[in-house]
């Protein structure tokens, strides 16, 4: 996405990944398996200055993964990280250190991201020991502005970690990354342990500060509701990839990539800024160790496109893909419905009526096609056995979605989706780009 702010940004990031080697055991070693955890896996953003970049995603998207490997707590496996021009990936780590002044951590958890052995002062004045910042009285003094600053009593600087309520510790948290007197600072789900009140007055102290010291935030969270209230710009993470990425109100109002719309959906209370119907997001994010193919959310998107063989409304061709994707992963055939004790021992039409009502399968499809190739398959199922049926489901029912792996398209406004629904030369009804390939 092009930057339409003034010169370079703060902080550039440039197709960045992080994997994990997750290579566990004997059998993975005996067999040269290794199993590479994609938790951030080709990710650019720019940071500008004064601005906060929300970061929004389920657990486990690689929202964490995302924020330390930026500022390399955790080693990038590919991509560069420019601060100010200047490549981080390659810096020493003698160097990095000392790049660590401007760029600074707010952790999730305050309660165990303290030193408990540490006092409040020692906490908030280890930085400026590291960086040689401060000693003797003008540290003690530095410390007490400080705490001070967060909205803390200078009379508790010898009080420990401990002894803070949880909304303080993260004051602490955060006096500590101003303690070097940042330009960055990557804020980790900060607010998410905190009871709501305690949120609103972190939220609060991290946008003064913010305005006082001409700070950019990279703010992580899985709380749309957080993000929509803090971001100018939002990227929307999914299984280490962004799928969306703009200003805060082109992106959730409304909402136009299927994930986004579904994680606004999800929120308890309707969201103020969107009246849309509401989408749901079933099941969890898949294992980044082997991703889906295509679009990612393939899996999960109640809007993936329907094979353009078949005359089926979206919400039918959802069903017909989970059994699809199910099948594939399944052992067997009676693992595939609640039935118990084997639903193919049951007759044919009862176990129709089973993997149907299973997956919320209409009596028939609609199109006759459609219905012609999913009883075959439920008869393979019942008679053959699992093997046979994913391998009929597999070749009779295909999304687009699962071949095309999107890329990044630009709506203007400085904003991007990668959704296949936004490609203006793919034809939905034919099921072709403008080129005339499936
Ligand atoms: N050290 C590790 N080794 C192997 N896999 C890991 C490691 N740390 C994280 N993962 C995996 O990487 C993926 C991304 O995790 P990450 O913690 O970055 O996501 P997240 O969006 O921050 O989630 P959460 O909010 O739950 O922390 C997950 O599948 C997670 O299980």
């Known amino acids: 996405m092009s930057d339409d702010g003034a010169g370079e940004p703060v902080l550039r990031v440039e197709g960045l990944k992080a994997h994990y080697d997750s290579t566990d055991g004997f059998l993975d070693r005996l067999l040269g398996r290794s199993r590479r955890v994609k938790a951030v896996d080709g990710v650019s953003l720019e940071l500008r200055e004064g601005e906060t970049l929300g970061i929004v995603g389920e657990s486990g998207c690689g929202k ?53 052995r540490l006092t409040a002062g020692d906490v908030v004045g280890e930085p400026l020991d590291v960086h040689g910042l401060a000693t003797g009285a003008e540290r003690e003094d530095r410390v007490r502005e400080l705490l001070e600053t967060v909205g803390l009593s200078p009379s508790h600087a010898n009080r420990y970690p401990h002894e803070f309520s949880g909304g303080q510790r993260q004051r602490l948290g955060i006096a500590r990354a101003l303690a070097v007197d940042p330009e960055v600072i990557v804020c980790d789900e900060p607010v998410s342990a905190l009871d709501a009140s305690v949120q609103a007055q972190v939220l609060n102290l991290l946008a003064d500060l913010q305005a006082e010291f001409g700070l950019s935030y990279v703010f992580i969270a899985h709380d749309l509701r957080v993000i929509e209230h803090v971001s100018d710009r939002v990227a929307v993470m999914y299984l280490g ?95 595939l419905t609640a039935a118990r004790p084997d639903p193919t021992e049951a007759p044919r039409e009862t176990f129709d009526g089973l993997v149907r009502e299973e997956f919320d399968l209409p009596d028939t499809l609609p199109d006759a096609a459609a219905e012609e190739a999913l009883g075959e398959a439920i008869d393979a199922l019942h008679d053959e056995g699992i093997g046979a049926a994913a391998a009929l489901l597999d070749s ?28 203006d030369g793919f034809d939905e009804e034919a099921g072709t780009f403008a080129d005339g390939s499936v």
């Open 241 to 335: 990839e962004f799928v969306e990425r703009g200003p805060t109100e082109a992106v959730f109002d409304p909402p136009y990539h299927p994930y986004t719309e579904a994680l606004l959906s999800a929120i308890p209370e309707p969201d103020p800024l969107w009246e849309g119907d509401g989408i749901r997001l079933d099941g969890t994010v898949p294992s980044p160790i082997d991703p889906p193919s295509g679009c990612r959310f393939h899996t999960r998107c109640p809007r993936v496109i329907p094979d353009a063989d078949y005359d089926l409304r979206p919400e039918t061709w959802r069903t017909v893909m989970d059994l699809t994707l199910r099948a594939a992963e399944a052992d067997d055939a009676a693992s």
């Open 64 to 116: 964490t993964t995302l924020a330390r490997s930026v500022l390399r707590l955790i080693e990038p496996t590919a991509g560069s990280v420019y601060h100010r021009g200047e490549d981080l990936t390659a810096l020493s780590s003698a160097e990095l250190r000392d790049r660590r002044r401007d760029l600074q951590y707010v952790f999730q958890d305050p309660h165990s991201s303290l030193d408990p």
């Open 396 to 423: 009779a029912f295909t999304s687009p979605c699962e071949r095309h792996r999107p890329p990044e398209y630009e709506l203007g406004g400085d904003h991007g989706i990668a959704c296949l629904r936004y490609d």
